[in-house]
């Protein structure tokens, strides 16, 4: 790794150390001037500077110690990461076990021109480079990915010169790419922000009808002040520059202005997609896109594998249909027939009643649901792994029914809630088929990588602007012709 590796690591206490050292100089106050030897330094250096002193020098000891004894190698066959310290090991990842390299670089890093390099491979432990320099790290991305894809490369064929701004390299398509003013458009129309407000609101009430002081400063302005800090830097710092580029490694999101993050995404372990338009975008037009991806953590702040990860923070509906199309060629919302539930569930949905629906096409299942967020949920068919239905009091009083689809993602369930039960049952024997047929079809047909859908992605970039893709039509379809519960299910 570079010989810089440890003081990334521990970046704070170094300039820390360094404010102070440049800060006494400044003032002229310089109390080390006047000792004559380093055991009178000690003697009368105090405790606060002693202790997280010899805390940072033990941290950069322990660093170099496993900065000297790391080595990584990459050989015809598999990515090693060779550890000689006290207790020796050695990680191995086959290439045709790799789902992504992702190059990230914090702020520290990022100051000092190195980066950090993550080989996953899905739900397992992947193997962490830090650091290289940002060349040599964006060398072994493309490297490692075009063997994982199968391709037989040289190092040569990879050096590609990268922006350091976006990453950016001669090569890459790029689809998408948001500005400052929509990504604090987005920020600034959104609910949590209105939330915030309103619980300040709430506790400057009650300070002034009734009295609260000590509810007003906690819960209501310091609360606000750490809480909006917290928002804005994870939406206008963390998504800063947003791009989402088709490179030679594959699908490729950028975002990041302190800390740059650039992550590959695994297309073909992509569980769901959720497009979401909250109120206050509706006005605008506007929606986001987060996408669930087995085994890959957050794609911006590294939550837990198959969580749901933001995918576009904000886009117009073309911007939505080429973000779509990139994962799913061809797919386009505003070209499906969305089926109603009866008017009877208008009793238990009288809000979302008007927006629910689903609808099927021949590689996925959509689904409508919310209120004041709506949400569109989009499952590909061979990711079902099984079907839920659901049938509470209320349903069974009304003949109702609500269905289910179960993905290996487990904070994600998408379904269509107060069906007609019969409907509801025969959509999902139907879906179990359409399922276990889409598993055979990829079986035959391995689904291809995001190279191979690229021209097909960037052309969808330049097409006239998609329909409406909030508000397809809704029909009242007659059930899928699949038997009633209860009755002999068909052969095959």
Same mark, same amino acid.
């Given at each position: %790794? ?30 080390? /001037? ?5 055991? &009178? ?20 000891? $322990? ?17 090693? #990461? ?25 702020? $520290? ?10 080989i996953d491979v899905g739900v397992g432990q992947g193997i962490t480079l830090s650091f290289l320099t940002r060349k040599r790290a964006t060398e072994v991305r493309d490297y490692v990915m075009a063997r994982a894809h199968g391709r037989t ?5 990879? $050096?590609?010169? $990268? ?18 003013? &929509? ?18 609101? =709430? ?13 007003? %400063? ?50 073909? #372990?992509?569980?769901?997609? =959720? ?32 969580? %749901? ?36 569930? #208008? ?16 590689? =996925? ?37 609500? %269905?289910?689809?179960l993905t290996a993602a487990m904070f994600d369930t998408p379904g269509i809630a107060h069906l007609d039960a019969d409907h509801a049952r025969r ?14 079809? /990829? ?50």
């Amino acid at each position: %790794m570079h010989p810089f590796s440890p003081l990334v690591r521990l970046w704070i206490g170094v300039v820390a150390i360094v404010w102070f050292v440049v800060n006494s100089l400044l003032q002229g106050d310089a109390w080390w /001037e006047n000792l004559g030897s380093p055991m &009178e330094l000690l003697q009368q250096a105090p405790i606060w500077v002693l202790v997280p002193v010899g805390a940072l020098l033990v941290g950069l000891g $322990a660093g170099y110690w496993g900065w000297w004894t790391t080595k990584f190698v990459i050989d015809d066959h598999e990515v090693r #990461r060779e550890n000689t310290g006290a207790f020796h090991a050695s990680q191995r990842i086959a290439f045709n076990r790799i789902q992504s390299v992702d190059v990230t670089q914090p702020f $520290a890093a990022r100051v000092l021109g190195l980066a950090q390099v993550t080989i996953d491979v899905g739900v397992g432990q992947g193997i962490t480079l830090s650091f290289l320099t940002r060349k040599r790290a964006t060398e072994v991305r493309d490297y490692v990915m075009a063997r994982a894809h199968g391709r037989t490369i040289t190092t040569a064929d990879t $050096a590609r010169r $990268a922006s350091a701004w976006d990453d950016t390299a001669e090569g890459d398509r790029n689809l998408i790419r948001l500005t400052p003013a &929509e990504i604090t458009l987005g920020a600034l129309l959104s609910l949590q922000l209105a939330a915030l407000f309103t619980a300040a609101g =709430v506790a400057a009430l009650g300070t002034f009808v009734f009295d609260w002081p000590v509810v007003a %400063m906690g819960g209501g302005f310091i609360g606000l002040g750490l809480a909006l800090v917290g928002y804005l830097s994870s939406q206008l710092i963390g998504q800063f520059n947003y791009t989402l580029a088709v490179t030679p490694a594959g699908l490729r999101i950028t975002r990041g202005l302190a800390t740059l993050r650039s992550q590959t995404i695994p297309v073909h #372990r992509v569980q769901s997609l =959720v497009v979401e338009q909250p109120l206050l975008w509706r006005w605008i037009g506007r929606g986001r896109l987060q996408i669930s991806i087995l085994g890959l953590g957050d794609l911006s702040s590294g939550d837990q594998p198959t969580a %749901m990860t933001l995918y576009l923070p904000i886009g117009t509906p073309q911007q939505i249909q080429v973000a779509l199309a990139a994962l799913w060629p061809g797919l386009r919302l505003d070209r499906l027939s969305f089926t109603r539930t009866p008017r009877r569930a #208008r009793w238990l949905d009288p809000f979302q009643w008007a927006w629910q629906g689903y609808a099927l096409d021949d590689r =996925v299942f959509v689904t409508r649901s919310g209120w004041l967020t709506r949400r569109q949920s989009i499952v590909p068919h061979p990711r079902v792994q099984s079907v839920t239905l659901k049938q509470g009091p209320l349903e069974r009083k009304l003949g109702l029914a609500s %269905m289910g689809v179960l993905t290996a993602a487990m904070f994600d369930t998408p379904g269509i809630a107060h069906l007609d039960a019969d409907h509801a049952r025969r959509l999902a024997f139907g879906q179990l088929d359409r399922s276990r047929t889409g598993r055979y079809d /990829e079986l035959l047909h391995p689904p291809g990588r995001a190279q191979e859908t690229a021209v097909w992605t960037y052309g969808f970039a330049s097409a006239p602007a998609p329909g409406d893709v909030w508000t397809p039509p809704l029909t009242s379809a007659a059930p899928p012709p699949w038997p009633a519960y209860g009755q002999p299910y068909p052969p095959g």
